[in-house]
């Protein structure tokens, strides 16, 4: 059971580039998201789903696209990354609801874009 | 919206001694979580303890516990003896329990670095 998996641990991309963050849970939830974590702002919510063939927005989505074809998998695509984008990605899973339904997290993504 | 607000952008504490950070939240609902999460420097988000609203009772794990306040909209975590592996960024986290709210239904407080001295 290895729980939350991303890759890589860290990138760095030009201006303009386009890349793929990948995450993967073997826990069998159907809740998966994707935050973005900046100095002094917490951890906000980029794009989230609750299913296979469901994804939403949340907080920050502008520049990023997410697709969930299979229950496992939650990939967060970067169309033209900018500067601003420049951070920590970490994917989350959980239970869809419930009370046990604490989110668990991958160990995060470091992402510099020049 | 919910707001999650941590005043204290960073502690200290003595190896050994006690130590509360504080949190507080801002929500019109009534049945909702809270949670405190530890971020050690490897980055890694480590659950530390949850708290149901509907519930007086505060949560308690081990050498963690926190100081709920429904009414004040508060929620503080006390650390007794602490360690120096203690030593983190934490945070405090706010979940809906109502579907219509699923997308934004954790939001996170900008964090409280915590160091623990020797």
């Known amino acids: 059971n290895a729980g939350v998996t991303q890759t890589p641990k860290f990138q760095v991309l030009k201006t303009g580039q386009s890349m793929t963050l990948q995450c993967a849970q073997d826990?069998?939830?159907?809740?998966m998201s994707w935050y973005r974590q900046d100095p002094g702002m917490g951890l906000r919510l980029i794009h989230y789903s609750v299913g296979a063939g469901i994804t939403d927005q949340g907080e920050v989505p502008n520049g990023y696209n997410v697709s969930r074809s299979t229950t496992e998998d939650f990939p967060l695509r970067l169309l033209s990354a900018a500067p601003s984008q420049t951070s920590v990605y970490f994917c989350?899973?959980?239970?869809?609801?419930?009370?046990?339904?604490?989110?668990?997290f991958g160990p995060g993504t470091r992402l510099t874009v020049l | 919206a919910q707001t999650v607000t941590q005043s204290q952008p960073e502690m200290s504490v003595q190896e050994a001694e006690t130590v509360t950070l504080s949190c507080t939240y801002d929500?019109?609902?009534?049945?909702?979580?809270l949670f405190w999460y530890k971020q050690p420097p490897s980055r890694q988000m480590i659950l530390v303890i949850r708290?149901?609203?509907?519930?007086?009772q505060n949560a308690t794990e081990n050498r963690f516990s926190v100081n709920f306040q429904k009414a004040a909209k508060s929620f503080s975590l006390k650390i007794s003896d602490s360690q120096l592996g203690d030593a983190a960024m934490y945070f405090c986290a706010y979940r809906s329990d109502y579907s219509d709210n699923y997308g934004q239904n954790f939001v996170f407080g900008p964090g409280t670095r915590l160091s623990v001295l020797p």
């Open positions: 989350a899973s959980s239970y869809y609801r419930g009370s046990t339904d604490t989110q668990y």
């Open positions: 826990m069998n939830h159907e809740y």
């Open positions: 708290q149901e609203a509907y519930k007086q």
């Open positions: 929500t019109s609902e009534s049945d909702y979580y």
